[in-house]
Structures are given as C-alpha cells and as structure tokens.
C-alpha cells in the first residue's frame, strides 16, 4: 500500500472512524453481520487481522475467547486509535505493510481481513503467504468492495429528485488500479472481477466454503429506510476459505 495512501492522514483517519461508528452505515449491518456469521469458534483460537484499522475485529475476537491475537496495519494514526480503545492483554499490534509483511509459517487457525484487500496490488502473494501462515485446516475470511463497485468511480443513476436509483456497470472486465476519492481524498482500489478472487484462492489451495454478497433484508430496511438504495446493488463480496 503506497505511503501517499490517507490511511496515513489524520483528518482521513478522524472521517473514517467517524463513518464507521455512524449509524445507518452499510458496513455493520451487511458486511461485518456477514463475517461474523462466517466464524469459526474462536475459543482458545490464534487470530490474525490484517489491515486491523482501529482494532474492532481484535476486540471482537478476545471479547470471543480467542487466545492469541495480532493485528496488522501500515497506518500509524490508525493503530494509535487502535490502542486507545484496546484494554485486552492477548492483543498485539504490529505496524507493517501487509503488501509484503513476512509471516510466519502455521501460526493462525484464523485470518480476517475486512475491506482491505481491494487495496493490495498483487493478490496471489498475499494469498500465498496467508495459506502458508494457516495451521492445517485453518480458516480464512474476508471482504472487499463489491467488484461491481471497484469497476468504475461512480455508477449511481438518480431520479429526477436526485435519489439513487441503480447502477450503472461498466469495465467490469478490465482489471487493474483504479484512481478514485473516498471521505474527499484522493484513494487507490484495485478492481478485480469475483472470478478472479475465486481463482485465485483456489490457485493456492484454498478451499472455498462460502461466498456472500449480502444486501438489506426486510427487517433493515424497516430500521433504517435510508440503506433501501443498498438493494440496488450488493455492496460487498465476502468469502469464506480453508486453508485444507
């Protein structure tokens, strides 16, 4: 992940932990409801967390009864917050860059990585690395920006009074970096379609146990009417895989 990136930007971190914690955002109801439903047991588990931000999935884990868990992140401002809301002894942080971070072989039963990945440049070596830092069996899950999303900046159609009313898709097949803005910053993504991510993990030897685009049910829609635009398109893929 280049260090031009605003992961590293104070007043892009103090937007982002601010969405995050907002209600009526997507990412809690869809994409970490989804992931969590995807777990293992995590009691007496090691866990890893790649691409961890301020730490959410670490707590998350202890609070569950793993027993050993790391998070990674290149973003210093991201592992500060990170700290500051952690207060679990079985947690570690670690800066790094998880675009070449060296791992060490059979040491996690689980990885995680929540909406990270679209950021890596070369998707098989970090495949590779993930496998090889699995014990046998070990599972791995994650999410990404949905394909559909990453193919192009912007594909929302409105109405006449502005609202979103579907999207457009378009160089869905040409893969590859794509420049865009995200919180007014400036943001590298790297579009891939679902089969390549598939692929890719079979490519390795990964097993591929669940795969999930989800979107509103009826009963989010019913508590926040604001995410009926979600139903447009699936916001996030999320695969499930094992490393046997």
């Given at each position: 992940?280049?260090?031009?990136?605003?992961?590293?930007d104070?007043?892009?971190?103090?937007r982002?932990?601010s969405?995050?914690?907002?209600?009526g955002n997507?990412?809690?109801?869809l994409?970490?409801?989804?992931?969590?439903?995807?777990?293992p047991?995590?009691?007496?588990?090691?866990?890893?967390?790649?691409?961890?931000?301020?730490?959410?999935?670490?707590r998350?884990?202890?609070?569950n009864g793993?027993?050993?868990?790391v998070?990674i992140d290149?973003?210093e401002?991201?592992?500060?917050?990170?700290?500051?809301?952690t207060?679990?002894?079985?947690?570690k942080?670690?800066?790094?860059?998880?675009?070449?971070v060296?791992?060490?072989?059979?040491?996690?039963?689980?990885?995680?990585?929540?909406?990270?990945?679209?950021?890596?440049?070369?998707?098989?070596?970090l495949?590779?690395r993930?496998?090889?830092?699995?014990?046998?069996?070990?599972?791995?899950?994650?999410?990404?920006?949905?394909p559909?999303?990453?193919?192009?900046?912007?594909g929302w159609?409105?109405?006449?009074?502005?609202?979103?009313?579907?999207?457009?898709?378009?160089a869905?097949?040409?893969?590859?970096a794509?420049?865009?803005?995200w919180?007014?910053?400036?943001?590298?993504?790297?579009?891939?379609?679902?089969e390549?991510?598939?692929?890719?993990?079979l490519?390795?030897?990964f097993r591929?146990?669940?795969?999930?685009?989800?979107?509103?049910?009826?009963?989010d829609?019913?508590?926040?009417?604001?995410?009926?635009y979600?139903?447009a398109?699936?916001?996030?893929?999320?695969?499930?895989?094992?490393?046997?």
């Amino acid at each position: 992940m280049p260090l031009k990136s605003p992961f590293q930007d104070s007043r892009f971190i103090a937007r982002y932990l601010s969405l995050r914690q907002q209600e009526g955002n997507p990412t809690e109801p869809l994409d970490k409801r989804t992931i969590r439903a995807l777990l293992p047991a995590l009691s007496g588990r090691s866990v890893l967390d790649l691409g961890c931000g301020w730490g959410d999935f670490c707590r998350y884990a202890a609070a569950n009864g793993a027993a050993k868990v790391v998070g990674i992140d290149f973003s210093e401002g991201m592992l500060e917050a990170a700290h500051k809301h952690t207060h679990q002894s079985n947690i570690k942080y670690i800066l790094d860059d998880i675009e070449d971070v060296v791992l060490p072989a059979q040491e996690f039963d689980l990885v995680h990585s929540d909406l990270t990945i679209h950021y890596i440049s070369d998707l098989s070596a970090l495949l590779r690395r993930i496998h090889k830092t699995l014990t046998p069996g070990g599972r791995f899950i994650f999410s990404v920006e949905h394909p559909i999303k990453t193919a192009q900046d912007d594909g929302w159609i409105l109405d006449s009074k502005g609202l979103k009313q579907a999207w457009r898709l378009d160089a869905y097949g040409q893969e590859g970096a794509r420049a865009t803005k995200w919180l007014e910053f400036p943001i590298t993504k790297y579009h891939r379609k679902v089969e390549t991510y598939l692929s890719a993990l079979l490519e390795v030897s990964f097993r591929v146990t669940a795969v999930k685009e989800p979107q509103p049910t009826s009963d989010d829609l019913a508590r926040l009417p604001s995410m009926q635009y979600e139903t447009a398109r699936p916001p996030f893929l999320i695969v499930a895989a094992s490393s046997s």
